[in-house]
């Protein structure tokens, strides 16, 4: 599991039949402020950034953010491609995903926002293209929280503890970035 704030999250975890002793990478990010990296996670991993030098995340007050306006993108290793990630959208932008089965920056599947719709989407790369587009229609608020559970072929989704979908996705099965 991957969690960017704690949260009692025992039910979710309980029904995904995943072991909250199988947690293999928390963030809070409660470290120092960084303009040029992520750093460390709270469980000891490094984020790695995957696009570009240029394009940057950081801390700022114990949050992540996106420290220019290119497209930013850090990784982490969940260490299985079985699990939980979970973010809290602390303030919402035009554009911003959580990316889970991560191959490489060009094969990923990707929940969030677009600038053009505002709403949730859930999204397959592959070969950098955009293969699989798919509407959630909710629109996510400042301080929501997303959830994503990958297990097998089975992508479920949910948004402040409402299940959206469940999606059966076969890219990246083996995939432990997130």
Known sequence: ELYGYPSNRLALLAGAAISQRNVSVIDTFTRADAATTLGTSTSGTAWTAIAGPTNVLGISGNKCYNVTTGNCRSTIDAGTPDHISSIRIDTKSAEMYLMVRCVDTSNYVRIGVTSSVGQLKFQRITGGAV???TLLNI???DGDDLTVRC????????LNDVLLATITETQGLTATLV
């Open 131 to 133: 293969v699989v587009d």
């Open 151 to 158: 297990v097998g072929g089975q992508i479920t989704i949910w």
């Open 139 to 141: 629109t996510p608020q």
